[in-house]
């Protein structure tokens, strides 16, 4: 929470999965009309996700975003209406290549999908039921390579491991954080069997600031942010108001100012009503 949580708030930034996208992928109606109420009543409203771009670009049409998609924990800034990449913070060929052999070292080889993000496209080593899962949720194409360094003719935006073992995931991620530090890499999850990795510095709270001041003018005491997972603890600690879903896990609930009902219950409607509409 920034200084201020009194301010006005003028920006809602929002996550999308477990936060405005929950089990069936959509935004409902209820969240919808929510936020074309606090728009109507100035407020602007934009998207901060881990998620591609090009993966993102359908609920910023949804929801009729006023900004720029924050895309890939806040690596990636776009704008639809122009086209325009505003900022775009890759991760070091160097780096990349170092963790596409800690994450294809032979006892973990079979244990883990991993992405590469290059040029808002996606790479793995082929397509296993995991990947289905993945692509059929993101909504997005995916191109098999037998080899991923050879992707890596330029810098990737994210690499991502993917496992359905949650504890594996936890493991990898201690490891990575002893292994590089946080000036170094940054490594998160999103979801519990997801571990992200991301340039040194990049995260939603640091590409939010950047939108705010460099774009509108705003600051941290004019935002609300809503969200749902550790990729969001720095955003939820950055804005005036930061609030948990229901389904945020209970360290992230913690740290934030209020928390909502569930993703399921329509939570993002409930926080909008109460600190924007205040209704």
């Known amino acids: 929470m920034s200084?201020?949580?009194?301010?006005?708030i003028k920006l809602l930034i929002v996550d999308i999965d477990g936060t405005i996208a929950g089990q069936s992928n959509q935004v409902s109606t209820r969240v919808k009309q929510a936020i074309k109420a606090a728009q109507a009543a100035g407020v602007l409203v934009g998207i901060a996700t881990g998620r591609m771009y090009k993966s993102a670009l359908r609920f910023h049409h949804e929801i009729d975003a006023d900004i720029p998609i924050i895309a890939y924990q806040g690596a990636w800034i776009q704008d639809p209406a122009t086209g325009t990449t505003h900022r775009h913070l890759p991760v070091p060929v160097e780096i990349a290549l170092e963790l596409i052999d800690y994450f294809e070292q032979s006892h973990l080889l079979d244990q883990?999908?991993?992405?590469?993000?290059?040029?808002?496209c996606l790479y793995v080593r082929g397509i296993n039921s995991d990947t289905e899962l993945y692509i059929g949720r993101?909504?997005?194409?995916?191109?098999?390579?037998?080899?991923l360094r050879t992707v890596l003719t330029d810098q990737p935006t994210k690499i991502l491991a993917m496992s359905e073992d949650?504890?594996?995931?936890?493991?990898?991620?201690?490891?990575l954080r002893q292994?590089?530090?946080p000036a170094e890499l940054h490594v998160t999850t999103s979801v519990p069997i997801f571990l992200e990795t991301t340039q040194a510095g990049v995260n939603k709270a640091t590409a939010i600031d950047y939108?705010?001041?460099?774009?509108?003018?705003?600051?941290?005491?004019?935002i609300l942010a809503i969200g749902d997972n550790y990729n969001d603890v720095e955003m939820l600690a950055y804005a005036g108001i930061g609030v948990a879903m229901g389904n945020a896990p209970q360290d992230v609930q913690a740290i934030s100012d209020w928390v909502a009902p569930d993703i399921e219950a329509d939570g993002v409607a409930i926080a909008i009503e109460k600190f924007i509409l205040n209704s």
């Open 3 to 8: 200084s201020s949580s009194t301010a006005e």
């Open 112 to 120: 883990l999908s991993i992405h590469v993000y290059r040029d808002d």
């Open 138 to 147: 993101s909504g997005i194409g995916v191109s098999p390579v037998a080899d």
């Open 166 to 175: 949650t504890n594996l995931i936890q493991e990898l991620l201690l490891d």
């Open 179 to 181: 292994r590089y530090s």
């Open 211 to 222: 939108v705010a001041n460099e774009l509108l003018g705003l600051t941290a005491a004019n």
